[in-house]
């Protein structure tokens, strides 16, 4: 079983902070899938980093993919509070690279006005 | 551009009853994927499918059966509803390939009693 294992699990913070979100795994993924679920929504997909190394940025959200291809971060510059919610990363696997992802439990992000 | 619908939103059912869940996309993707979320575990992968007629078992099948007539529908069924059942159900698709995310519908809440 792969298992992907995110920290912190909660994480309360001012408005302007600048926060990181882990994703760690002992498992190689294909790729590594970041999601931001609100509530009584499903998961909506915020970046897909593919390349070991790989950083994307996405306006004050950095995404970073180890060099193995196990874990990743997530870096928010200056929180908003549009920021709140619950992030999710996810890796891909299978034959064909993405038939199946792995869930993370989330950290559940609330930035405080 | 509908993404991923999924229906009913909310349903309460008896222990034993048994029912089907809806999902149908219209992006012509060739995945599609059935997720329960239970608070503290994440998203559990139910069975998945790579294209119409292939079906195979996630992390957590027992219990449930789904079928893939059409590339658009992916209906799950719960053949004999148990409390252990109650959950969100979400149903998510995505283009195969590992640059490719899944775009996720808005969820079913389930309640067995």
């Known amino acids: 079983t792969q298992l992907l294992e995110q920290s912190p699990q909660f994480l309360s913070i001012q408005e302007g902070e600048n926060l990181t979100v882990y994703c760690n795994s002992s498992?190689?993924?294909?790729?590594l899938q970041w999601y931001r679920q609100e509530p009584g929504e499903g998961p909506v997909l915020l970046v897909t980093v593919v390349t070991g190394g790989e950083v994307k940025k996405l306006k004050r959200l950095t995404f970073q993919f180890g060099d193995a291809r196990k874990d990743s971060s997530l870096h928010i510059t200056a929180a908003q509070p549009g920021d709140t919610g619950l992030y999710l990363c996810?890796?891909?696997?299978?034959?064909?690279?993405?038939?199946?992802?792995?869930f993370g439990t989330g950290t559940r992000l609330t930035i405080i006005p | 551009n509908a993404g991923v619908t999924q229906t009913p939103k909310f349903q309460v059912l008896k222990t034993g009853q048994s029912m089907t869940l809806q999902c149908a996309q219209d992006?012509?993707?060739?995945?599609m994927s059935w997720y329960r979320q239970d608070p503290g575990m994440g998203l559990r992968l139910i069975h998945y499918?790579?294209?119409?007629?292939?079906?195979d078992q996630g992390e957590v099948p027992n219990g449930y059966n789904v079928s893939r007539s059409t590339t658009e529908d992916f209906p799950l069924r719960l053949l004999s509803a148990a409390p252990s059942q109650t959950s969100v159900y979400f149903c998510?698709?995505?283009?195969?390939?590992?640059?490719?995310?899944?775009?996720f519908g808005s969820g079913t809440r389930l309640t067995v009693v």
């Open positions: 499918s790579v294209g119409a007629g292939i079906t």
């Open positions: 996810a890796g891909a696997h299978g034959g064909f690279g993405n038939e199946k992802l792995t």
């Open positions: 498992s190689v993924f294909s790729s």
């Open positions: 998510a698709s995505s283009k195969p390939g590992q640059s490719y995310g899944y775009t």
């Open positions: 992006m012509n993707h060739e995945y």
